[in-house]
């Protein structure tokens, strides 16, 4: 399985939160990691995306097949998210677009060597790759992309 977390691009300062909106800074930063992730991603590869506006305005960068999962939106927590995602049992490859900070949480919760409290930046992916090791599965992370590598 491959597990690919992108935290949703730059989004407005309001309030309430849920309808929060990318600036036209989050937009460019969208469509240049979808236009990357386009590139890279596996044939039929799963879009599950947080009910918040600015996620799914993410998401729709990349494509108009995703599934909103209301368990994932802000707030959730590692294994909800896990679970929507089918990790490490689901098959092939699963984007998942939300929130920091449960997107730092389970980056540290699945490759444990990286800091406590790490701070994933807006708009950028963490790809995870889920491998046989020693009759067993080891994650092992695969790439960090950032938009303004891009």
Wanted: charged content about 20%; overall charge neutral; glycine content about 6%.
């Amino acid at each position: 399985m491959e597990l690919i977390l992108w935290r949703h691009a730059d989004a407005e300062n309001s309030y309430p939160d849920a309808p929060r909106k990318l600036t036209s800074k989050g937009l460019d930063q969208a469509q240049r990691m979808a236009d990357w992730l386009r590139a890279k991603l596996p044939e039929h590869t799963r879009v599950i995306v947080s009910p918040a506006v600015r996620t799914q305005q993410t998401a729709a960068a990349l494509t108009e097949h995703f599934t909103t999962v209301d368990s994932i939106g802000p707030g959730a927590n590692v294994q909800a998210v896990l679970n929507a995602a089918g990790w490490p049992a689901a098959s092939g490859a699963v984007v998942v677009v939300g929130h920091q900070p449960t997107i730092g949480e389970i980056v540290r919760h699945l490759i444990p060597v990286v800091p406590t409290g790490l701070s994933v930046r807006k708009g950028s992916v963490w790809w995870i790759r889920c491998q046989e090791k020693d009759n067993g599965i080891e994650p092992v992370l695969h790439t960090v992309m950032y938009p303004d590598m891009l």
